[in-house]
């Protein structure tokens, strides 16, 4: 198979949602094109000669998902927790400083990065759901996942 994930130890960076977008976004691109990647690997059941080849083609390509959701999961959660802390930060601060305007900008514009991450967090699990039902409907006779996932 010629399609890879991105490169799957890179950590988002959770300080600027630009940067942090943009590492979504290269880690999507495999997710991105799991339809084109299943119509060049993956013949139509009438077109299959070797069912073990189609099998282990399946299996890998239900592994790659398997691996680009988690990172892209526990990256975009430890990017709500930072902000999430920084947030409660913030909040604690503008407590006592209410006059302090810098401190309200800051606090603000803390609360909508939070509010984008918990965004992409909603958008990943369209994403993996709109793969996973790509996967099923091309590779499920080929390959069954084990019972622990319910994605597939």
Same mark, same amino acid.
């Given at each position: 198979?010629?399609?890879?994930?991105?490169?799957?130890?890179? +950590?988002?960076?959770?300080?600027?949602?630009?940067?942090?977008?943009?590492?979504?976004?290269?880690? *999507?691109?495999?997710?991105?094109?799991?339809?084109?990647?299943?119509?060049?690997?993956?013949?139509?059941?009438?077109?299959?000669?070797?069912?073990?080849?189609?099998?282990?083609?399946?299996?890998?390509?239900?592994?790659?998902?398997? +691996?680009?959701? +988690?990172?892209?999961?526990?990256?975009?959660?430890?990017?709500?927790?930072?902000?999430?802390?920084?947030?409660?930060?913030?909040?604690?601060?503008?407590?006592?400083?209410?006059?302090?305007?810098?401190?309200?900008?800051?606090?603000?514009?803390?609360?909508?990065?939070?509010?984008?991450?918990?965004?992409?967090?909603?958008?990943?699990?369209?994403?993996?759901?709109?793969?996973?039902?790509?996967?099923?409907? *091309?590779?499920?006779?080929?390959?069954?996942?084990?019972?622990?996932?319910?994605?597939?």
């Amino acid at each position: 198979m010629t399609a890879r994930p991105a490169d799957m130890n890179a +950590a988002f960076p959770c300080d600027d949602f630009q940067f942090f977008k943009a590492a979504v976004l290269r880690h *999507r691109q495999f997710e991105d094109n799991i339809v084109n990647v299943l119509n060049t690997t993956i013949p139509t059941k009438s077109l299959v000669e070797d069912e073990s080849q189609v099998s282990s083609n399946c299996k890998s390509l239900y592994e790659q998902l398997e +691996a680009a959701h +988690a990172v892209r999961e526990r990256n975009i959660g430890s990017c709500i927790e930072a902000s999430s802390a920084e947030v409660a930060r913030l909040s604690a601060l503008a407590e006592s400083q209410a006059d302090n305007l810098e401190l309200m900008d800051d606090l603000t514009a803390e609360k909508n990065k939070l509010r984008k991450f918990k965004s992409e967090l909603t958008i990943d699990r369209i994403v993996r759901d709109r793969s996973a039902k790509a996967w099923k409907e *091309r590779c499920y006779s080929f390959y069954q996942p084990p019972r622990k996932s319910k994605k597939y």
